[in-house]
């Protein structure tokens, strides 16, 4: 897990502690998963574009 949200901070948050980015590597593959992203304006934030980039990167195994 990469990143969690804790859903008891806000109204109708009901899971507690909720994972939003993971990896997995799957036989020889690697899958990189973000529930980020909703908005449309996330597309123009640099912390926003690093956290795709990197995602990326990882599943393409260029960090290695």
Known sequence: V???VD???YFGG???DHP???TREVGK???WYT???HLSSSYS????LGHILGGIEWAAGKNE
């Open 35 to 37: 529930a980020l992203g």
């Open 14 to 16: 009901a899971m507690g």
């Open 20 to 22: 939003v980015a993971w």
């Open 7 to 9: 859903e008891g901070t």
């Open 45 to 48: 934030d640099p912390s926003f």
């Open 29 to 31: 593959g690697r899958l």
């Open 2 to 4: 990469l990143a969690r």
